[in-house]
């Protein structure tokens, strides 16, 4: 439950934390990928090279379009 609450948030507030947003908003934004990417690795915690893969794949996505947007 608190994962799909936690993504209808995303979806909710998607274009309006980036980096260009001022320091406040970049700071909720990194955070929201950071726990993204947390939540992505407990979710594949039994297979460890996946979960590993996914979090940082989510991590540096996550963080590159908030650095462009």
Do not use: K
């Not at 979710?43 to 650095?67: E, F, Q």
Request: aromatic share 14%; no cysteine; proline share 1%.
């Amino acid at each position: 439950m608190m994962r799909l609450s936690w993504l209808s948030w995303l979806l909710r507030h998607f274009t309006e934390y980036g980096y260009s947003q001022g320091l406040l908003r970049a700071a909720i934004g990194t955070t929201a990928v950071l726990v993204t990417a947390a939540l992505v690795w407990f979710t594949l915690h039994r297979n460890r090279p996946a979960a590993v893969a996914a979090a940082g794949l989510i991590s540096a996505l996550g963080i590159g379009w908030l650095a462009f947007h």
